[in-house]
């Protein structure tokens, strides 16, 4: 099945795990899509070797220290080369753009993300951060814009499969998740655990930031958010299940009773191929699934004693305003803090319970109390990481 004409993608963030295996997608699919911008924080080496073999329009390296070293290598290519932040929100708005591809990780994602929606862009979302931090306020955004979000996340991707042809009442979202590397460790364990077994996810290939949410379960609480504003439903009928296999992306239980799955093997290249070609389905080159050599498929009910992060999360959307904000840059804070050996595993979800207590809640908080409110959480975290660390 062929799409009707090149989609022309800008991809932020193209140096992640996400963004590669976007342009793997790509590259599969050269007569069905296009790259028009490309961006990248700090990997300025792979951003140009990206951007040889893509050829886009555009480039923004954020950093703007590695300005110079980008412009050497593009321009004699005829690629423009921007740098810094205010760059990739314009570039976003270029008109030849169809799709935003939102790689992006952590909360430096919401400007470009606003700044594509405002300019009517289809979202292929992947920053889940954007929607943890404002989802009551980018939601209706997106529909005032008639900027559709598509989501990237795999368990997202499963559900909005799920939901495809369906005029039936959604009654409950059942939001999967492998568990992570501790899912059978003893609650001693879990909060001694050294860089390196968090970093050791037995599923999936991620980058560090997100495979350490994934260690604590805080992947899962941003998830149950996101899942929260893009379909529409309340807290309470989101319940997260803990599926080692990795083999069912989510569910989704309708108002007679019934169940519907996406399954596949574990690879991000198909949501990311899906949030990009939709709504038609095209060829992946992927390994299929083999049901005899499965075997079985297990389930159980997430611990959120050895995993408390994933109980902030439950109780910051239950309270709403700005708590999802506060909790989000308490964690991001506290993720790095822990990547660089300054703090304990063990110490991640306390810093986020401190930031909930510390932080002012806003109730219905506006943009820019979003973003002063995200400034104060990670003041407030750094502050007690400083401590902690001496």
């Known amino acids: 099945m062929e799409l009707q004409s090149k989609r022309h993608v800008a991809i932020l963030g193209s140096t992640g795990s996400i963004g590669t295996q976007a342009l793997d997608v790509i590259g599969q699919h050269p007569d069905l899509f296009e790259v028009e911008l490309l961006t990248a924080y700090n990997n300025s080496r792979l951003l140009i070797e990206q951007a040889r ?3 886009p329009a555009a480039v923004v390296i954020c950093n703007e220290d590695l300005y110079d070293e980008v412009f050497a290598a593009l321009d004699p290519l005829d690629i423009h080369v921007f740098a810094g932040i205010d760059s990739v929100c314009e570039l976003v708005k270029a008109p030849q753009t169809d799709i935003v591809l939102t790689a992006m990780v952590g909360f430096s994602g919401l400007r470009p993300t606003i700044a594509a929606i405002r300019a ?30 598509l989501p990237v996340d795999s368990e997202h991707s499963a559900i909005f499969q799920c939901l495809q042809g369906e005029h039936a009442r959604l009654e409950k979202i059942l939001l999967t998740g492998s568990g992570g590397p501790f899912l059978h460790s003893s609650r001693e364990a879990i909060a001694a655990a050294t860089r390196e077994e968090a970093l050791n996810h037995p599923r ?25 504003w893009l379909f529409n439903v309340e807290p309470k009928d989101i319940e997260v299940v803990i599926h080692p296999q990795s083999i069912i992306h989510s569910m989704v ?43 079985s498929l297990t389930f159980e009910k997430p611990d959120l004693e050895r995993f408390p992060c994933l109980g902030l999360a439950y109780e910051a959307l239950e309270k709403g305003g700005n708590a999802t904000c506060i909790m989000n840059g308490a964690n991001e804070v506290a993720v790095a803090a822990f990547l660089e050996g300054r703090i304990r595993f063990a110490e991640i979800p306390e810093i986020i319970s401190t930031a909930l207590a510390q932080c002012e809640f806003v109730a219905e908080p506006d943009l820019e109390q979003i973003y002063s409110t995200d400034f104060e959480a990670k003041r407030l975290a750094a502050e007690m990481v400083e401590r902690k660390t001496h």
């Open 53 to 55: 073999k893509f050829n």
């Open 120 to 149: 009517g862009k289809a979202i292929a979302l992947a920053n889940k951060e954007t929607l943890v931090a404002a989802g009551a306020l980018i939601m209706p955004m997106a529909r005032r814009f008639g900027a559709p979000i």
């Open 204 to 228: 999936w290939k991620m980058g560090a930031k997100v495979t350490i949410d994934s260690a604590s379960l805080m992947n899962k609480g941003l998830e149950l958010i996101e899942a929260r």
């Open 253 to 295: 239980q309708f108002s007679d009773g019934c169940v519907m799955a996406q399954l596949s093997q574990p690879d991000m290249r198909l949501p990311i191929q899906y949030a990009l070609s939709y709504p038609r389905r095209i060829d992946l080159n992927t390994r299929r699934l083999d049901f005899a050599e499965l075997g």
